[in-house]
DNA sequence: GTGAAAGCGCTAACAA
DNA sequence: TTGTTAGCGCTTTCAC
């Protein structure tokens, strides 16, 4: 009845930018370009206003702001799944950057599901995101159309298009898997396997290629029986060892292509009673949180989330704030490196 | 130069609601009731505006439905560390069911950090959420009053609090500990350890409690010395083993307030020769997903993530779209139940 | 340097 | 049942 305004909320203990600019008794003008920081606005208004934000303990409804400046500060971030504890270091790195740069994330798993990643994209469509950080490491292709339809900044792992606004993040396994592999070579394994992971992932026939460069560079003989293609899963790593271990001659050190084949290693060592690291070397890749609490620790190859993540923070950025140059398409190579554990020691002596 | 409407984005592969309007030739107040499902549109109409919508390939910008309609569809949640291996797959079950009913999620992490907590508070109230899911387990308190304060509704995790619109989430230990001290007597244990967790932490003392309980209704002796205090890390179990192992009276079967505890035995077990479960039982909570890939695997006591994702969304979601009852303050119980795997057996034979 | 005013894309009165 | 219109809270011309 006594209502004045005509959708006004009842008990709105949130202040607008007109609230401001009363109290400051500027414009709400004014309002606006001190919170942006524009120069223009003299010290003595400035500081009014600043007082009355405070005062009010007001901030900006970013909905209104992203309607008529066309930018969100939304960035999203699609990944294979988070409960694959790759993922939520890389999330947590992206995470802090992003909020470091003021902008907001929009977290999503694919799931490795084509209909779910439609949604995700979908989702991150009508937020107005302002970039996209697909890292999925896999089938992410098809979906994508949409963001690249509608103009979205991506950045991609390890999967390079030729597409306006979409940039590369590279990983270079070989200095790792390098190092790994110089690592027993130097404790005198010259019979090393690979446990691979499936072939229709990309990376993993980047990994199992850059190993057997390594091999050759060690100086040592490939053993083509030796690699074994896995799944990249606790289960797969049992099952390739099992292989490895039906073998006549089998190696006394085993490289695989992620750490959850490696800890299948060590359990199914374990049961049969192969002690880690006397009588088998065993060492991973990618550096989960898990693989410095396993039995015993991992030595393994780190992927860096932190550099990653910061890749793909930096690509988006720059497709949303440098309008100078809207179609960039840069590329970003994030380095792995060895992390000595305790899965590794010289191989059995011979009898 | 002959660039028509004054802020036009040049090639704008997005259409707006006009656009769809125009395509079906009929009023944008049309397009948006035939969206939002409004019952009073004709089938005629609405099957007009729905091919103009699938033909332009429009969705609605959320940003603008949000400022005029006061509802952002976005739910916060907040966890104490992405990285925590038990919260990624709460996240993910918050996720789905958000999804699912159409809400969109933004996700932080704490930290344990106050000032953080605060910033991430803020990046809630811009972005206007519908309500926050606290789930840090800890030092919650403080900070949250701003969200009470902007009556932003809340769930808060064994934490309750008597304010209107914030909901809690209590969780049930103790049918899950009294099992897996059954599952322990059972086996013929009668000398049973407890590694707490920090007392500062509200959940730790409930869990210690409930242990103390479970003892006695198992009708076995609690040995106060056989408690010791440790800090949820895998060091902690480590130490709070190892002071275990200094006593004279050594207990034959450990509960651990949590897994990364019980990890931390496994690992100080196996450096010490022990064998697990052969010389020690080990139990741990929570049932992170490492639990299932230790040596050996974990028995441990799961506390169901999904249950209380499905809890929090549950009190949020009720609160956003109950209208009629603004302030109401609900109650959630979330079990426990033990999963038995490999870390227990009965104890060895006495001398 | 400052303010008035025009919208951003939508929803929700209100009229017809 | 449908259309017209007034804003949601803000940024950004454009005058002054």
């Not at 107005?128 to 896999?138: I, Q, R, S, Y």
């Not at 850059?210 to 899963?233: M, N, P």
Request: a neutral charge.
């Amino acid at each position: 009845m006594a209502q004045k305004g005509t959708r006004k909320k009842s008990a709105d203990n949130t202040p607008d930018i007109r609230a401001v600019a009363a109290l400051a008794k500027v414009s709400i003008a004014t309002v606006s370009r001190t919170i942006n920081g524009s120069p223009v606005v003299s010290e003595r208004l400035s500081k009014r206003v600043w007082q009355a934000i405070q005062h009010l303990n007001y901030f900006p409804n970013t909905h209104a702001r992203t309607l008529v400046s066309g930018r969100s500060r939304l960035l999203g971030i699609i990944v294979e799944n988070i409960t694959n504890p790759f993922f939520p270091e890389l999330i947590q790195s992206f995470e802090e950057i992003a909020v470091a740069h003021g902008y907001e994330i929009l977290v999503s798993s694919s799931n490795s599901d084509p209909a779910v990643l439609t949604t995700c994209v979908r989702r991150m469509l009508e937020r107005k995101v302002e970039g996209v950080a697909v890292l999925t490491f896999g089938e992410e292709e098809p979906v994508l159309d949409q963001l690249v339809f509608h103009d979205v900044p991506m950045v991609l792992a390890e999967f390079k298009v030729d597409v306006p606004k979409v940039s590369t993040i590279l990983l270079d396994y070989s200095t790792g898997i390098r190092a790994a592999v110089k690592h027993l070579a130097d404790f005198g394994h010259s019979n090393i396997g690979f446990l691979a992971g499936p072939h229709k992932l990309h990376s993993a026939v980047t990994r199992e290629n850059d190993f057997c460069a390594s091999i050759d560079q060690a100086g040592l003989r490939l053993q083509r029986k030796w690699i074994i293609e896995c799944d990249h899963t606790l289960k797969g790593g049992v099952a390739g060892f099992e292989k490895l271990q039906a073998l006549e001659a089998r190696p006394t050190a085993i490289l695989c292509s992620n750490d959850m084949t490696a800890i299948g290693v060590l359990r199914a060592a374990y049961m049969k009673g192969l002690r880690v690291p006397q009588d088998l070397s065993v060492i991973g890749l990618d550096d989960i949180s898990f693989a410095e609490f396993t039995l015993p620790p991992l030595t393994t190859i780190r992927l860096s989330r932190t550099e990653l993540a910061h890749a793909a923070f930096d690509a988006l950025r720059q497709q949303a704030e440098d309008s100078n140059n809207p179609n960039m398409q840069r590329e970003f190579l994030v380095s792995t490196s060895l992390v000595v554990r305790e899965s590794t020691a010289p191989p059995p002596a011979r009898k």
